[in-house]
């Protein structure tokens, strides 16, 4: 009897022996998947660069000079009365087309002097060594001092006294004015305003007529003859006929002559 219940207990031995032991291992769960979202930035094309306007270019400074100044010189026309063309001819001619060393450094167009200038100040060769010449902020302020000096000095107040568009009348006066010592002032500033046509500023100003009131309250309309006029022409914009301009104007032929002032009624 002991020796089947030690041959059983050895059986049980090997039995559990022989058994291999299963080992669980727990698999680790995948974290939740997560969809990473890529946001593209559409990268900002640039700007295509504006395309840089061309310049304006002129035949030579003084065409820019007229160009830059003309519109001034029409307004101080219309406010003091002085032609347009001849506050133009005098800027020319004075500041070298705003090259001389007045323009440049002083803004002064006109070479005026400082005859008690309480502002700024420049010294230049003139007449004189080192004489004493206005000096400006700005050149517009050169065109109104320009405006100011002829109409505030009683030698120049014949000037005012000659029609708004008679520019040979006042390139004259200005010399005989004392504005000029030159003698040939007058002749040279005539020659800037027929060469460069800077009467028509004047006309622009005018409006192609030019009105005096007579004594007799009536209105006596002149024209002064620009480039491009005709007797024709004339006729039809003033509404009346070539043989009526001829004889209000003592003419013997249809020909014309620019700054030429013919009475249209």
């Not at 200038?117 to 004489?131: P, V």
């Not at 001092?145 to 009348?169: C, I, N, V």
């Not at 622009?204 to 024209?223: A, C, F, P």
Request: proline content about 3%; aromatic content about 10%.
């Amino acid at each position: 009897m002991k020796r089947i219940s030690i041959v059983f207990l050895i059986s049980l031995l090997v039995l559990s022996c022989g058994s291999k032991r299963k080992i669980v291992t727990k698999k680790k769960r995948n974290p939740p998947k997560t969809e990473q979202v890529v946001i593209k930035t559409e990268t900002e094309k640039p700007t295509p660069a504006e395309t840089p306007s061309k310049p304006i270019t002129y035949a030579n400074a003084t065409e820019a000079y007229i160009a830059n100044f003309s519109a001034i010189a029409q307004e101080e026309m219309r406010k003091y009365k002085i032609p347009a063309s001849i506050t133009l001819a005098q800027g020319i001619l004075e500041s070298g087309s705003g090259k001389g060393r007045l323009a440049l450094e002083a803004n002064n167009h006109f070479g005026i002097k400082c005859h008690g200038w309480t502002g700024q100040k420049i010294y230049h060769d003139d007449d004189a060594s080192q004489e004493c010449f206005r000096k400006y902020n700005h050149a517009e302020s050169s065109f109104e001092d320009h405006s100011a000096f002829l109409t505030g000095r009683s030698r120049y107040s014949k000037l005012f006294q000659l029609r708004e568009d008679d520019y040979k009348g006042w390139a004259k006066e200005l010399r005989a004015a004392g504005y000029a010592t030159d003698r040939k002032y007058p002749d040279k500033l005539i020659s800037l305003i027929e060469r460069y046509q800077l009467y028509k500023f004047d006309e622009e100003v005018l409006g192609g007529k030019y009105v005096i009131r007579s004594n007799e309250n009536t209105n006596r309309i002149h024209h002064t003859v620009v480039k491009g006029d005709t007797l024709y022409s004339l006729s039809k914009t003033y509404n009346t006929t070539v043989e009526d301009l001829k004889a209000r104007n003592n003419l013997s032929t249809n020909e014309l002559s620019i700054g030429q002032i013919l009475i249209i009624k």
